[in-house]
């Protein structure tokens, strides 16, 4: 590996690990507000993608109006998802929950099918389409939009919940939803912003990325899974740690893509993401049981 | 005396279901006999970008024999049934075409999963099969295959069109990258196997999962192996991004693509990246580049104007040319069948004629069949598609 390969590696990793930072905020907001893990986050990536690509290219929207219209679209359709699927089934368990969102991403991406057909599309780059060249290496400008934007959000998220109302509510429902009930706070109403959140949050990184990675019906099973994978490194209860978490998974994958010991090529590049996955996993296993026995 | 009256309810019935079935056989004596033959295709589901076409094609195909006073002075009913791109769907579906409907010949389904389904059954049935899906496995090994032809051009023949191309233009060192899925590992399957018959090295075997949305440190990877040529063996999608993937990283290397990016999505989903893009492909996608002294010129011409004009300018493709080349082997061997026929009989007689077709010129090339070949694609049928500018030209 040479020195301006294992930047190529580095700058790739990071523009993959900021969209599957991107994803894993949503999965670690809603489970963090509710305890549900919401695997529906992938489809509204998906609806962020497909959206701006319908206003962007067919309804022939400037592509700022597109972009913020899509973004809010999304996010109406997870409060919706909320009300409908999750609010509805009243006193259902976590799991069953769990299950519901399930059939809710089986059900959007369905929807999706019909609407859009099977066809992959492209929406238009934000900022023309020449790579840059940096340190021997290349980076598109819409990867530096990518890794700008999970930046931007991830600092806007953080002052959100730590400077206003909703936020820091929010952030009570997440360290003890008993105690934030017995303060006055609206659990069900902090489950509704949670999901419209997590769905924007979604959305914002579907539409950012899908020029660069292009976007289908289906595409928001694997990123979801991804993002699934980064809000677990992270723990699931602090966004910061899960930007953390996607950007390891992202530079993880690239780096393994390079590496040539002996036996292990580049064919291991997924092994090696799902063994990172599972040493976390075994060195959280007892700390989660902790945290799960004192909620 | 229960038992009695069992009996003879039984046999009033039996009675008048003989007399109803000798009427309708009177009755169509008088006109002549239809030819039913069935068709599965994915007219819904995964697949259904290319199991449309096929049964638009098929309707077309129908109407035209029809206006024209059909075969032999006999009309021609196709019954398509959707498969849902589903293997146990196309089975029922096929077991209904059999035992219901009871027709001659099946053509479809569309792909290789659901063909490799029902081989057993038609097989079992003794029923003649053109399949219109991709899988070399579908005509081999062919002694287990007596029943089941194929139409479409397989991997194998891509692949050695690439390689023949390669060798011409003095190309000995690559680098291949594939998809992990079945269509993917599928081509790297046959690339790896089939480079050293052209003088090539492999100098670097990458690859990604279906659904992966950068393949930017693989191509890293290989740009470090210094390739004369880059071959990508992945459907449109993925394909694109390696395509936008080495125009961010200002590769210059030669990409070579599969069939799999055989249409205009693959076009705008990789915007100017697709240029220089080089591929093989059926000649009905360039058919205004091809010369008037090829075989297929005509027939080419033919079938886009026709199918354009039901469906629309610029709608043709080759998935549909599949089932015509499909259909009209069955359209063929029914010319031939004398009358009289049972069922049984006009199966195999279809299947005996199919297996000796020489020459026929189809959408997807020139066939010509045998006991030992149940695809009988003649070399020549693909041509070598470069992308200029946005459009198809064909590399001669």
Known sequence: MSADQFVQYLISGLTQGSIYALVGLGFTIIYAVTRIINFAQGEFVML?????????????????????????????????MYLLAIRTAKRASAVSLIILTIGAAIFI????????????????????????????????????????????????????????????ALKACAISPRAAGLVGIDAKAMALIAFAIAAALGAIGGVVMAPLTLTAYNVGVM?????????????????????????????VESLAVGVDWGPFTSSYKDAIALVVLLLILILRSGRLAAEERES | MQNHLKWVVAIALITALVAVGGMSCTSEEEEMETYKVGAVFSLTGPASHLGVPEGQTVKMIVDQINANGGINGHPLEVIIYDTETSAEKCATMVTRLIEQDNVLAIIGPTTSGNSLAIIDMVTAAEIPNISCAASTLIVQPVEERYWVFKTPQTDKQAVTEIYIYLEAQGITEIAIITDTSGFGAAGRDILIADAADYGITILDDQNFTSGDTSMQSQLTHIRGTNPEAIVCWATDKESAIVAVDMQTLQMDT????SHGIANMGFITGAGDAANGVIFPAGKLLI?????????????LTQYKADFEALYGEGTV????????????????????????????????????????????????????????????????????????????????
């Not at chain 1, 840059?132 to 990518?146: D, E, K, M, T, V």
């Open chain 2, 317 to 396: 493709n080759t998935f549909g040319g599949h089932a015509w080349d499909a259909l009209n082997f069955v359209i063929i061997a029914l010319e031939e069948m004398e009358e009289g026929l049972d069922t049984a009989e006009a199966r195999a007689f279809i299947r005996d004629e199919i297996e000796q077709i020489e020459g026929f010129v189809g959408i997807s090339g020139v066939f010509t069949m045998s006991p030992a070949d149940h695809l009988g694609m003649m070399p020549g049928s693909l041509a070598m598609i470069e992308i200029v500018d946005g459009e198809w030209t064909w590399l001669q």
């Open chain 1, 223 to 251: 990123l979801g899974l991804k993002g699934f994978v980064a809000a677990s490194i992270g723990g699931f209860k602090n966004p910061l740690a899960t930007v953390a978490g996607g950007i390891v998974l992202g530079i």
């Open chain 1, 109 to 168: 991406r369905g929807i999706a099918g019909e609407l859009w057909g099977v066809d992959f599309v492209r929406p238009p780059f934000f900022t023309g389409r020449e790579s840059i060249s940096f340190l021997g290496a290349y980076i598109h400008p819409q990867a530096l939009w990518i890794i700008g934007t999970t930046i931007v959000v991830t600092i806007l998220l953080h002052l959100f919940l730590s400077y206003t109302m909703v936020g820091k």
């Open chain 2, 287 to 299: 058919v205004g580049n091809v010369p008037a002294s090829d075989p297929q010129k005509e027939v």
């Open chain 2, 254 to 257: 030669p990409l070579f693509c």
């Open chain 1, 48 to 80: 962020g993608g497909m959206l701006s690509f319908t206003l962007a290219i067919s309804a022939g929207l400037h592509l700022v109006p597109a972009l913020l219209l899509s973004v809010l679209i999304a996010t109406a359709m997870g409060a919706i």
